[in-house]
């Protein structure tokens, strides 16, 4: 089993985009993978996290609440004015604009939690910031769209909440209880939760690309862009905040990857009902749900590659 786990995360990337190319050429191999399922994968891996981790995690994240706050700010800062200048810089029309911009204004998705994991980041760090990042996204997400697009963006702030409670903080606070109560048997398991966090990867990234698979193919190549350069130069920003603000390495991973990974599933919901006659503004939404997935496993495994040779050097 250790030695499936060390394959699978050594080749996670092109796990990843194995899976993404399978998908998007031949997507009735993966249709039957229902988007309804993803928030459980979700909680699945929110689970895994949480058999890894101990109180003690969140408490050094509490006491210390100057890292979250710089998170938080840069996340809402950074994102929507990329995404903003990126889209006028590119001249995109005003569908794709109001798409590549929501991505921008939403918070952090909670599969910056599972890459943070897979990275041997602070993940404590990543969960408060996706948290408090969830919880201030009711009232920026509309303001910052609002800023930009000089149009209102209604957001159910309910479903929010319950969305972040029920996928995010239920499954870890039932996974740290039981590692917390059952430490013994739970340490003979966590080899193998990172194998079962790529594996949940690969199953939403299928998911995700087979249900677009039209969309994303027949938008020009302009969008995959900016998308791509949305996400890596706020994977940049963040780590460079980690710098400035001297924080650790697990921690710069955190924050460069919480910065980097947007909620775009709610990007593309946003789109649907607060824009109903823009049908491509949801195309940004559903480009980025794939990449940001296939760069997460790629820079999770350059993260673990730089500790590494760290350690040696460290020997």
């Not at 249709?31 to 891996?45: F, K, R």
């Not at 890459?115 to 602070?122: E, P, V």
């Not at 209102?152 to 029920?166: G, H, T």
């Not at 990974?261 to 940004?284: E, H, I, K, R």
């Amino acid at each position: 089993m250790r030695r499936i786990s060390d394959f699978i995360e050594k080749y996670m990337a092109w796990i990843v985009l194995a899976v993404t190319a399978l998908a998007l050429f031949l997507p009735k191999s993966c249709l039957w993978i229902q988007t309804g399922w993803i928030n459980y994968l979700l909680m699945v891996v929110m689970f895994g996290m949480g058999l890894t981790m101990k109180g003690a995690d969140f408490g050094v994240v509490f006491s210390h609440p100057r890292d979250v706050i710089v998170g938080c700010l840069a996340q809402f800062i950074i994102m929507p004015l990329l995404a903003f200048a990126l889209g006028k810089i590119f001249g995109l029309n005003a569908e794709l604009l109001v798409g590549v911009v929501l991505v921008g204004t939403c918070p952090g998705g909670t599969s910056s939690n599972v890459i943070t994991f897979l990275s041997k980041g602070d993940t404590a760090l990543s969960v408060g910031m996706t948290s408090i990042n969830t919880l201030l996204a009711p009232l920026l997400t509309p303001l910052l769209t609002y800023f930009y697009l000089r149009t209102s963006v209604s957001v159910d702030v309910k479903s929010m909440f319950l969305s972040i409670i029920q996928v995010v903080l239920i499954p870890i606070g039932l996974g740290l209880l039981i590692n917390t109560l059952f430490n013994k048997y739970t340490q003979k398991i966590k080899t193998s939760l990172p194998t079962v966090s790529v594996v949940a990867i690969c199953f939403i990234v299928a998911s995700v690309v087979s249900h677009n698979s039209e969309k994303i193919i027949s938008t020009g190549l302009i969008v995959f862009v900016i998308v791509i350069l949305h996400n890596l130069l706020g994977y940049l920003c963040g780590y460079l905040i980690g710098v400035l603000f001297k924080m650790d390495m697990p921690r710069k991973k955190a924050v460069s990857i919480e910065i980097g990974m947007q909620n775009s599933g709610l990007a593309t919901s946003l789109a649907t009902s607060a824009f109903p006659d823009m049908s491509m503004a949801t195309v940004p939404g559903a480009i980025f749900s794939v990449w940001h997935n296939i760069s997460g496993a790629i820079l999770a495994g350059i993260f673990r590659k730089i500790e590494k040779t760290e350690e040696v050097k460290s020997e």
